[in-house]
């Protein structure tokens, strides 16, 4: 089945050590979205990807970065991870395939995150 | 400054009857709103969605309800069913669709009592 894949699915890592998150999709989506969950919250985006175009969020912290090398991949980069930022990770993707337009985000099953 | 609010964190209902998830935005722009259930260690999953141009959609034992001079969306399941059970979150879309960027609000835990 078509679908968004995250790995690891949990991940644990010490404080200070960067860490690489993964995402695959097999939706040939265009669009790819990494999104920060903390306990209780709302998801909050942290950029997106619109092809090879990377846009911000104006509040993302410069310790996120991203990268996406092909259409079915993105990464999330935490060069310096601290306490806070231990959460749900998750990956969301969206656009055009196959001529068809989706309005709708497809999420995977997120990499929860714990910092020591 | 939360522009999308799920004001009842959660809320309990018996099998059977209907559950009413409601949602409140503050942003005009919004053009697209949808409704995901989240299930615990998995990611949300699309569940149905309104354009701002309509009031109302249904799918199946889920509708959703748009009141725009409210501000307000209510998700209804009609009849409630214990597999119903999650955390239920609506989101608001800005901008473009394709590109369109998705606010959340901080979600509603539905339990369904056998």
């Known amino acids: 089945d078509a679908m968004v894949i995250q790995n690891p699915r949990y991940q644990v890592t010490q404080f200070g050590k960067p860490v690489t998150l993964s995402c695959s999709q097999t939706l040939n989506h265009n669009v790819m979205y990494w999104y920060q969950q903390k306990s209780s919250q709302a998801p909050k985006l942290l950029f997106h990807y619109y092809d090879k175009d990377f846009n911000n969020e104006a509040d993302t912290p410069d310790n996120f970065q991203s990268r996406r090398p092909n259409t079915s991949f993105c990464f999330l980069d935490i060069r310096s991870p601290g306490l806070g930022d231990a959460a749900m990770y998750l990956c969301?993707?969206?656009?055009?395939?196959?001529?068809?337009?989706?309005?709708?985000?497809?999420f995977g099953p997120g990499t929860r995150l714990t910092v020591l | 400054d939360q522009q999308v609010k799920q004001n009842s964190p959660s809320l309990s209902v018996q099998e059977g009857r209907i559950s009413i998830l409601n949602c409140d935005y503050t942003n005009s722009m919004f053009d697209y709103f949808l409704w995901y259930k989240k299930y615990p260690a998995e990611g949300p999953t699309f569940l149905i969605s309104i354009s701002s141009i309509k009031d109302k959609n249904e799918d199946g034992r889920f509708t959703v309800f748009l009141n725009k001079s409210a501000k307000h969306l209510s998700l209804h399941i009609v009849p409630s069913q214990p597999g119903d059970s999650a955390v239920y979150f609506c989101a608001a879309r800005y901008g473009s669709s394709n590109t369109g960027k998705l606010i959340f609000g901080q979600g509603t835990t539905l339990q369904v009592k056998p």
């Open positions: 969301a993707t969206s656009g055009e395939a196959g001529g068809l337009t989706t309005d709708t985000q497809y």
